[in-house]
């Protein structure tokens, strides 16, 4: 850290590091901070001398580098337009004789830069990195005045990608000055081969010609390769190579970084720049006799278990209010086991691909794509922006895959436009002269940066041109819908299939994998916030079946403004999944295994009590770690018995571990428990050392069909949670068929209850009541009325999701919890009462989730509460003993209940009164 930073940071400006972490310099400043700032909704400023009259007020404060529409920015406010900003520095190098430039991470859209009242230069698009030579301009005595002007007008054939979130405007990623020597290292791309060889191509820029030499050392010095370079005025392009004896691969599990300078010395004094490289080496490759490749990483094949990053702070927008927020993402993304990320239609900022090579997670990079048509302007813009966000990022050893084009966004033509009329027109306007456009950029591509997948759109409509994957989008939910569309999907893949393609053009043998999934949008109005742990599990049982798939990307890793399909909320905070409870020492993380047991089997089946069932087993591994051993498959069939953990068999399968893809196992046969039961199926995949690799279960539904539904081995009288005498609450209502009862705020249910009569039962001694009810948070919907919106393309510009409004929302579980007392009382006296700790909904409510009646409406899905046990006191025992009558009061303080009975929960119970005599 240099001294620039620490005295920076000590004064609180924000994002004080250094922008781009993979080329820097040490003599730099940063301009972050508070600058001047004004908006010109008449677009006078520059009729009007802004850049040079500095009595001009600029009559607020920013801060920069954040979207003036952020709150970070201190401007906050959402308006397109123009923006002025100005700011006086006195600043100047430690070297004498430096060239002074000044550089912009990221502004949005068009941008203008006067230094001391002289155009410095212009630029147009919102995401690439620029710089202006500013050595002519700049005093190096006394202050300097940089004038920006920042015009966002949202035109069409702006490249501006998902922002609805929070838009982006005006300066959005850090400003900052930088000294040079006269000749300088412009850029320098390396090429890495996993024998060690690193390939380098460096742009010199020479003010004079002359000799010089041009140094890399890495790692300490253990890597030094120097040669002499005959420079020319201008521009020189110098290629060389090297080799890194027994080279350390970069690869998600060991992300190795040679860090160390490139150094150009010669008469005009001496250019460093801090640098780094990893080794490693992107493909794709058929293993074995299949017609089909896989994608591969250092000659392997690699299962990509990866997410969407909107890249959205709920302050900052699009820029992180700071690079240890930064940081913390890619933690949070290993913290699940993703080995890779794809960020969504946006390039992401240089710090935050730092920890991405640094942490070591792989990054498909999209480019920003524009909503309008796809016109000469538009396509021009695109090219220009393109070029940019490679040329910058090409270096990062975590990017694998560049993505051209998302769903066809900004590819459809106005048919009206298009001069084009008739029902196939309307049906597709993805007209062919634009398909050849996005070939062309496609193979563009590829040849400026052959190291890399490019993909020519990630599509949702099957409309792929030409691509090195073929990849597809699928919303869907419901297990059988789900398991119907992926079977469906695989089978019709292969070389020469004209499914997913579009004009024509069919399927080369290019590797199958998905690049969007989830359960927001395979939902009638969305999903609201609701449960995704269920979903999640069997959807990647689906995907880990077909040897075909070798990835996927999951919508995505955290909530945003309207979609709560998130690993974690928006302030990063986390959900509870809950699978811990189904097989101990379970994550999220055991679904994300290179090694990894498929449990072909709905997430939940109905079965009768000592009923059998069979389980196929598929093993899916895309490691060679474990390949050669031995490993066990350890099993276990148990179900909770009200409180109780009780096994009902269990064992141990040995496998031979061996090769790459899925191979089909011995089935498991089972028989259920003898009574009423959530049975589960944990399964466990152990090495030698008897360590845990992977970890799955399934769920079934054990059903006696005794009265009352729930065979014991005690007395019991079961009462439907619906059928109570009366209740209190002022709001009150049934959910998942009528097997759920809650009640909003301060209120009561109240049951009548009989025993049995002298004459059946002479004495009733113990008596103990039980149920299971959880905390009910009460949602505007609740009180209100649910309101059904059709989010339509609004959702990918931020419309308001009316999430409380939403019949699909039941809150996921998460750090936020919603207490509340339940007071248990007969005949008016208390008899006890609980502290139920919140209204939690994951995948422990399976029987919330398995008698949910439509697979794309949610009612309340998931829910669950938690076991209630009370023992009746003696003395009202023996006066019960006497009536055989008494009311159940179940009283709840502020915030509310909710009874699960036998077909809700967790557990297959009703409301009981267990006795004996």
Excluded at 239 to 253: G, H
Excluded at 511 to 517: D, G, H
Excluded at 894 to 907: I, T
């Amino acid at each position: 850290m240099n001294i620039t930073m620490l005295n920076q940071e000590a004064l609180g400006v924000p994002r004080p590091e250094f922008p781009h972490p993979h080329w820097q310099r040490a003599e730099w400043f940063n301009l972050n901070g508070s600058w001047s700032f004004r908006f010109d909704p008449k677009n006078e400023g520059v009729q009007n001398d802004w850049s040079v009259n500095g009595e001009v007020p600029f009559d607020s404060d920013i801060q920069v580098p954040f979207s003036w529409t952020s709150p970070l920015s201190g401007i906050g406010k959402d308006v397109k337009g123009i923006g002025w900003y100005r700011r006086t520095v006195a600043w100047h190098p430690a070297t004498s004789g430096s060239r002074m430039f000044i550089r912009f991470g990221a502004v949005d859209y068009s941008c203008d830069v006067w230094i001391n009242g002289r155009h410095a230069g212009s630029h147009q698009g919102g995401y690439g990195s620029f710089e202006f030579d500013v050595t002519s301009f700049w005093q190096m005595e006394g202050n300097n005045t940089i004038v920006v002007r920042a015009e966002d007008q949202d035109h069409n054939y702006q490249a501006r990608g998902k922002q609805g979130y929070g838009e982006i405007r005006g300066i959005w990623q850090p400003v900052w000055l930088e000294a040079r020597p006269q000749t300088y290292i412009r850029e320098a791309k390396f090429r890495t081969y996993i024998d060690g060889r690193i390939e380098v191509t460096a742009t010199i820029k020479a003010e004079q010609e002359g000799k010089a030499e041009l140094t890399f050392d890495f790692a300490g010095a253990s890597i030094l390769h120097a040669i002499p370079v005959e420079l020319l005025a201008g521009e020189n392009e110098v290629n060389t190579s090297f080799i890194v004896n027994d080279p350390r691969l970069w690869s998600p599990e060991t992300p190795h970084l040679y860090e160390g300078a490139l150094k150009l010395g010669g008469s005009f004094g001496l250019d460093q720049v801090s640098t780094y490289f990893g080794i490693r080496e992107i493909g794709t490759a058929a293993f074995g006799d299949r017609g089909y490749r896989w994608i591969t990483l250092n000659g392997k094949p690699v299962y990509l278990n990866g997410t969407l990053d909107q890249s959205y702070h709920k302050t900052g927008y699009f820029t992180y209010p700071s690079d240890e927020e930064m940081h913390d993402e890619i933690y949070l993304m290993k913290r699940l086991g993703l080995n890779f990320v794809r960020i969504h239609i946006k390039p992401e900022e240089p710090r935050k691909l730092y920890w991405a090579d640094k942490l070591g997670i792989l990054v498909m990079e999209d480019m920003p794509c524009f909503w309008g048509n796809p016109d000469e302007q538009a396509r021009q813009a695109y090219e220009q922006e393109a070029l940019e966000v490679i040329e910058r990022d090409y270096n990062h050893p975590s990017i694998f895959s560049w993505v051209m084009f998302n769903e066809t966004w900004g590819l459809k033509t106005d048919p009206k436009e298009a001069g084009v009329t008739g029902d196939i027109q309307r049906q597709s306007s993805y007209l062919p002269e634009t398909q050849e456009w996005v070939r062309e950029k496609y193979r563009w591509a590829k040849r400026i940066d052959p190291t890399r997948i490019i993909e020519d759109n990630s599509p949702c409509n099957y409309d792929h041109v030409e691509s090195d994957i073929n990849t597809w989008h699928f919303y869907i939910n419901g297990y059988d819908q789900v398991r119907a569309h992926l079977d469906e999907v695989v089978s019709k893949t292969y070389p020469g299939s004209s499914f997913n393609c579009i004009g024509g053009n069919v399927q080369s043998d290019a590797p199958l994998m998905n690049s969007e999934c989830g359960n927001v949008w395979g939902i009638e109005n969305g999903a609201g916030d609701s449960d995704l742990a269920w979903h999640y599990r069997y959807m990647m049982n689906e995907f880990r079946k077909h040897d075909k798939l070798c990835g996927f990307v999951f919508t995505e890793f955290r909530d945003v403004t309207n979609e709560f399909n998130g690993y974690y909320r928006l302030d990063g905070t986390g959900k509870d999944f809950g699978y811990e409870a189904f097989v101990p020492g379970m994550s999220i993380a055991d679904l994300h295994t290179p090694d990894f047991i498929v449990l072909d089997a709905p997430p939940c089946q109905t079965v009768s009590v000592r009923g059998q069932v069979v389980v196929p087993m598929l093993r899916s591994s895309f490691s060679d770690r474990y390949h050669g051993q031995k490993l066990k498959v350890k099993w276990e069939l148990w179900h909770d018995q009200l409180g109780v953990r009780t096994v009902e068999d269990s064992g141990v399968i040995q496998l031979d571990w061996e090769d790459y893809g899925v191979v089909p196992l011995s089935s498991l046969t089972l028989t259920m428990p003898d009574r009423d039961a959530v049975a589960v199926l944990a399964v466990s995949l152990v090495n030698e050392e008897g360590e845990a690799i992977t970890r799955n279960f399934t769920t079934f539904d054990v059903r006696s069909g005794e009265t009352g539904g729930y065979k014991t081995d005690v007395e019991v009288i079961q009462i439907p949670v619906g059928s109570y005498a009366e209740q209190t609450f002022e709001h009150q209502w049934t959910s998942i068929q009528g097997a759920k009862v809650s009640g909003a705020g301060k209120g009561s249910l109240i049951y009548d209850i009989t025993l049995p009569g002298l004459t059946e039962k002479t004495a009733i001694h113990d008596i103990e009541i039980l149920f299971e009810a959880g905390a009910k948070r009460v949602l505007a919907r609740n009180t209100e009325g649910s309101i059904d919106t059709d989010m339509g393309i609004g959702a990918m510009h931020g419309a308001d999701a009316k999430v409380e409004y939403n019949p699909n929302t039941y809150y996921m579980t998460d750090e936020e919890k919603h207490p509340s007392r339940l007071n248990v009382l007969i005949d008016g006296e208390s008899i006890g009462s609980f502290v139920l700790p919140d209204d939690p909904a994951d995948s422990r409510g399976v029987l919330s989730w398995h008698y949910q009646p439509v697979a794309n409406k949610l009612d309340e899905a998931g829910s669950y509460g938690y076991l209630c046990k009370l023992s009746v006191p003696v003395q009202l025992t023996a006066r019960l003993n006497r009536s055989r009558t008494f009311r159940l009061e179940l009283q709840a303080e502020e915030g509310g209940v909710a009874l699960y009975g036998r077909n809700a929960g967790r557990y297959p119970l009703d409301l009981s009164i267990r006795y004996n005599g």
